[in-house]
């Protein structure tokens, strides 16, 4: 996690319905759906709780909450050992899981780098308690302690903008399924296929 991402922050952002748009596919299973259900994925089944735990079937979405690097690795393990679907990654080209993510892909998935930067969507039970703080006189600072939002979010929190930016955003395929899919929604940034380093 970079300096300038608070801890936990980006574990409930929610992916805007333009991504799944511009996809346009139907899942079979939301790996790591909020509690209160899907919000914008169309998926026919829904995990919130325990995925890593339970099996996975058919073509996958996941957007799982990340925290330390050795969950990354637990999810990324996971995706990649079901190797049929689409998942949403940090883009953290230079940190270690990242590298070895890249390194499980095959040459025929499809990296898919989203550009401008996804506008994610804040929990809207988080987004009250942030404005109340706020009309109670705390400053952005001292909210930022109190909530898991750094102080920029908090900012755009309290001016009623229901959105956060992430600092970047990266979509992964595995299986021919989530490579169409990548290609096709190409408009929402660059795609590549992972090339394979040859002996010197």
């Excluded at 300096?3 to 790996?31: C, H, N, R």
């Excluded at 979405?61 to 050992?81: A, D, Y």
Aim: charged share 25%.
């Amino acid at each position: 996690m970079a300096s300038y991402e608070k801890q936990g922050e980006s574990d409930e952002w929610y992916t805007p319905a333009y991504i799944f748009e511009a996809l346009g596919v139907m899942f079979d299973l939301d790996v790591a759906c909020p509690p209160e259900g899907p919000r914008h994925v169309p998926a026919k089944y829904f995990y919130s709780e325990k995925s890593l735990e339970r099996e996975w079937s058919g073509f996958v979405w996941m957007n799982p909450p990340f925290g330390h690097q050795n969950t990354k690795r637990l999810w990324l393990r996971k995706f990649f050992e079901h190797g049929n679907g689409i998942a949403l990654l940090p883009d953290r080209t230079s940190a270690p899981w990242w590298q070895e993510f890249a390194r499980m892909q095959s040459e025929k998935d499809v990296v898919l780098f989203v550009s401008p930067k996804v506008k994610f969507e804040i929990p809207e039970w988080e987004i009250p308690s942030v404005r109340r703080m706020s009309q109670a006189g705390l400053t952005p600072l001292e909210i930022s302690k109190r909530t898991r939002f750094s102080v920029a979010n908090v900012k755009r929190i309290i001016k009623g903008e229901d959105v956060v930016e992430a600092p970047g955003t990266t979509l992964i395929s595995a299986g021919p399924k989530g490579v169409a899919a990548l290609l096709r929604a190409s408009s929402l940034g660059v795609a590549f296929h992972p090339a394979r380093r040859t002996a010197a």
